[in-house]
């Protein structure tokens, strides 16, 4: 659960005070790894804080999820094994056979295969939109949807959804809005206050911020469907071990000034990008020419740390780009200190390949990270030929 004494404060105060409370027996600062199983119990049913078993419950993993709660402005959140089971929870708690799902037509592949080749077998249909426009949805929508999933800035062409116009639309077809928030992390963007119901993390990426940790995260606004995920949680059990949930909590108490130089850096990137001869299309939301730009900069702090674009002589040229950065590392996942490329259409997109969702060919996604920018520009020129 949430906690009422963080509420007013910054987000940079939340970040590191939110649920890590000092160790009531030694004062130490930081929450302990409590790495157990099962508890001690004080006769049948006399449970020490609640706790009996770690899948039910750990006390690290409490500190994560009343954290991730106070960041999203929340009153429940929930931490799981890695993001996909996140979403897998969310899905099995929210849907049953015969339900329909309007997912976006820029959908991170692992999402898309989870309603393509997972969910739809236990008979749940699903329908894609164009989720920045409102007639879109409206024309996906049946009279048997129940959720309406957006990513925004979307992975991987950056596309922006405006928050609260996709959240009237739900509310009026009687939907739930879920809102994947990992590229923008709760720093730069907070859905629940623009109308979500629940918002989804891959806890990888930007809030553990080392490339070091696999987790995800849902927090939602209403307490009710909070206690009915709790419930599905631990009846299906992928929750975040407590080594994980330390490390993620580590990761989030630097969270605000990584994401400033993660956009710092991103900036200068894509003003280079801009004037390359070889480069053809810019895909970032800071630029005034990007389609989704004003709805960015009126519900985020910031335009994030990731750019996409594509590049003169399709797809052979973007994969050799990729080959040829050194300082840019070739790797899938985003969201550490370290800057990353990828070639999507092999790569984290593979599984859209021949569908209503498949990525250009010709397009290069990067994670911009917090080395020196100028190192980073020098790099992605050499690359570029």
């Known amino acids: 659960m949430s906690d009422d004494s963080h509420e007013h ?101 692992g999402t898309f295969r989870l309603f393509a080749k997972v969910v ?83 806890l990888t990426k930007y809030m553990g911020g080392h490339s070091d940790v696999v987790g995800g995260a849902l927090v939602t606004a209403d307490a009710a469907l909070g206690e009915e995920l709790a419930y599905h949680q631990n009846a299906m059990g992928a929750v975040a071990g407590p080594f994980d949930s330390w490390i993620v909590l580590r990761g989030i108490k630097t969270l605000a000034v990584r994401m400033d130089r993660h956009a710092e850096n991103a900036a200068k990137i894509v003003e280079v ?7 053809t299309k810019v895909l970032y939301p ?10 960015a900069a009126k519900q985020m702090r910031n335009f994030g740390g990731m750019i996409s674009f594509q590049v ?21 996942s985003l969201g550490g200190v370290e800057s990353l490329i990828e070639h999507p259409g092999r790569m984290t997109h593979a599984s859209v390949v021949g569908s209503a969702l498949e990525v250009p060919a010709d397009l290069i996604r990067l994670s911009v990270g917090i080395e020196n920018a100028d190192d980073l520009v020098a790099d992605l020129t050499q690359a570029l030929g």
Request: with cysteine.
């Open 9 to 109: 404060q910054s987000f940079e105060t939340r970040a590191i005070h939110a649920g890590n409370t000092a160790d009531p027996l030694t004062g130490a600062v930081v929450p302990p790894i409590y790495q157990v199983s099962t508890y001690k119990q004080d006769g049948v049913g006399g449970l020490r804080g609640g706790y009996e078993y770690s899948r039910s419950a750990n006390p690290t993993r409490t500190a994560l999820e009343e954290n991730l709660a106070a960041l999203e402005g929340g009153v429940r959140g929930l931490a799981f094994a890695s993001g996909l089971a996140a979403e897998d929870c969310l899905l099995r708690t929210l849907l049953a056979p015969g339900d329909h799902v309007v997912i976006p037509n820029d959908a991170y592949g």
């Open 120 to 202: 739809s077998r236990w008979g749940v249909e699903w329908s894609v939109a164009d989720t920045s426009d409102a007639d879109s949805i409206r024309a996906a929508l049946t009279p048997k949807t129940k959720v309406i999933w957006v990513e925004t800035p979307s992975n991987p062409l950056l596309g922006i959804t405006d928050i609260a116009m996709v959240a009237d639309i739900a509310r009026t077809a009687g939907a739930k809005l879920v809102v994947d928030n990992t590229f923008a992390s709760p720093y730069l963007q907070q859905p629940l206050a623009l109308g979500a119901d629940v918002v989804v993390h891959s």
């Open 273 to 279: 990008l801009k004037r390359h001869p070889k480069v």
């Open 286 to 295: 800071g630029l005034p020419e990007h389609p989704g730009h004003e709805i």
């Open 312 to 332: 003169e002589g399709g797809e052979e040229a973007a994969v050799a780009v990729c080959n040829r950065a050194k300082l840019f590392t070739l790797g899938e």
